[in-house]
């Protein structure tokens, strides 16, 4: 009966990242990119330090906790070090490249060249020794990139209006690749809650720093109360829920099975941008959204399955 509500969970977290692709790129017309995205950041952070700490009073009260949410494991100095830099490149390089990405490129576009992460990590990881992959993994990549050439490349040669855009989404999946892999080690042996949370607050806090100015420059009062709404909900949904689900997944199924879910995000963009935002689906994009998917179900394939140990 488990893997009933989880596969729900998990159907649930990629709607909720699919349908945030055109949720930030409508409230951008009423609030700036980094402005909106910093304001985000402040409340996903504030809720992630309510956890960490709620979690550790439970821990001190003898209650049982996940590790998902916490572990007794103590900070070294270099673990002090990685969360900052973590912080810096994941949270802050990532979240300034995404949402200038997107403001500047069409919602369908950016949600495909996030779709090609997995495949980009997997090479990566082979690049850098981490792990060996299969010809699949090398197909795979391959596939993913002629997706996004179809999507991006045609467009560009041209001088497309959203190859700016197209450019810095793809500077945020180097960024969230950097990110994934420097975080390996530390999500081992200390909780996804503690070290989402914390990179978040560190990479946060100059990026509010970084927008103040332009926080200051929006008029608050003719926002709407919708706007206001989807940042809220952007936070609490996109960067808190979907995180806790992303993670408890990997504790329950793995991480192969729990990214193959996250394979249907770019899909689910699409669509989502198709019926609210009335972003066309040409053929380029249709052709580019089943390669960059077949790229990364390629890449999975050919990867091998974690042992229990491992988790």
């Known amino acids: 009966m488990r893997p009933v509500p989880v596969d729900f969970l998990r159907m649930l977290m990629v709607l909720i990242w699919g349908t945030n692709f055109s949720v930030i790129k409508r409230?951008?017309?009423?609030?700036?990119?980094?402005?909106?995205?910093?304001?985000?950041?402040?409340?996903?952070?504030?809720?992630?330090?309510?956890?960490?700490?709620a979690a550790r009073r439970?821990?001190?009260?003898?209650?049982?906790?996940?590790?998902?949410?916490?572990?007794?494991?103590?900070?070294?100095?270099?673990?002090?070090i990685d969360i900052i830099?973590?912080?810096?490149?994941?949270h802050f390089g990532y979240q300034f490249f995404f949402v200038g990405g997107v403001a500047l490129?069409?919602?369908s576009n950016a949600a495909l060249i996030v779709g090609s992460t997995p495949a980009v990590l997997a090479v990566v990881s082979a690049l850098l020794g981490r792990e060996r992959i299969s010809r699949l993994h090398w197909l795979g990549a391959a596939i993913s990139a002629m997706g996004i050439y179809l999507v991006v490349g045609r467009g560009a040669s041209f001088g497309g209006a959203t190859l700016g855009g197209d450019l810095r989404v793809m500077c945020s999946v180097a960024c969230w690749v950097a990110f994934t892999l420097g975080a390996a080690s530390?999500?081992?042996?200390?909780?996804?809650?503690?070290?989402?949370?914390?990179?978040?607050?560190?990479?946060?806090v100059p990026y509010v720093l970084m927008a103040?100015?332009?926080i200051l420059r929006v008029p608050w009062g003719d926002v709407s109360a919708w706007t206001l709404t989807a940042m809220v909900l952007s936070a609490l949904l996109a960067l808190n829920l979907a995180y806790i689900i992303w993670y408890t997944g990997v504790q329950r199924?793995?991480?192969?099975?729990?990214?193959?879910?996250?394979?249907?995000?770019?899909?689910?963009?699409m669509i989502?941008?198709?019926?609210?935002?009335?972003?066309?689906?040409?053929?380029?994009?249709?052709?580019?959204?089943?390669?960059?998917?077949?790229?990364?179900?390629?890449?999975r394939l050919g990867r091998r399955a974690p042992q229990p140990a491992d988790l």
């Open 27 to 53: 409230s951008f017309e009423e609030i700036p990119p980094q402005p909106f995205n910093a304001l985000r950041l402040v409340i996903a952070s504030a809720v992630f330090l309510a956890a960490i700490v």
């Open 58 to 80: 439970r821990v001190e009260r003898g209650d049982r906790v996940s590790s998902v949410f916490h572990t007794d494991n103590p900070l070294t100095t270099r673990d002090r």
């Open 85 to 90: 830099w973590l912080g810096l490149v994941g």
């Open 105 to 107: 490129s069409s919602a």
């Open 186 to 204: 530390l999500i081992q042996r200390h909780s996804p809650l503690y070290v989402t949370g914390m990179t978040m607050v560190y990479g946060g």
């Open 212 to 214: 103040l100015p332009q």
């Open 253 to 269: 199924l793995g991480p192969a099975r729990t990214s193959i879910y996250s394979n249907g995000v770019p899909v689910v963009a």
């Open 272 to 299: 989502v941008a198709a019926l609210w935002l009335g972003e066309p689906l040409t053929w380029n994009k249709v052709l580019g959204a089943a390669a960059v998917l077949s790229g990364v179900l390629l890449t």
